[in-house]
């Protein structure tokens, strides 16, 4: 069965770093664009970086700076580098992949920067 699933989100304090994992299982992530999502309760869920199938990157501006995202297909796998962590980079982070009608959540990785 084909699924996504996040690891690495965790307690930090402000300044800090995490580097979320995202993990492609029953499919080949090579081609997809993968893109990393964040909620909180009650808010619409944000996209905060994705990279194409061809490797380039696009963030938020929210993050532009201090997020990295990459991926390493070898390992069908991207990883999303978050350094100097605010507390308002707190929420539910998921990872998608997409290509053409194919499109994949995962169910999340919580990320709380506080102090």
């Known amino acids: 069965q084909s699924h996504l699933a996040e690891s690495g989100g965790g307690l930090v304090q402000p300044g800090g770093s995490l580097r979320l994992s995202c993990a492609a299982s029953g499919f080949i992530l090579d081609h997809f664009a993968v893109g990393w999502f964040r909620q909180l309760p009650g808010k619409e869920r944000e996209g905060v970086s994705c990279?194409?199938?061809?490797?380039?990157?696009v963030y938020a501006d929210s993050v532009k700076g201090r997020f990295t995202i990459s991926r390493d297909n070898a390992k069908n796998m991207v990883y999303l580098q978050m350094n100097s962590l605010k507390p308002e980079d707190t929420a539910l982070y998921y990872c998608?992949?997409?290509?053409?009608?194919?499109?994949?959540w995962g169910q999340g990785t919580q990320v709380t920067v506080s102090s």
């Open positions: 998608n992949a997409r290509i053409r009608v194919q499109e994949y």
């Open positions: 990279i194409t199938g061809g490797g380039i990157p």
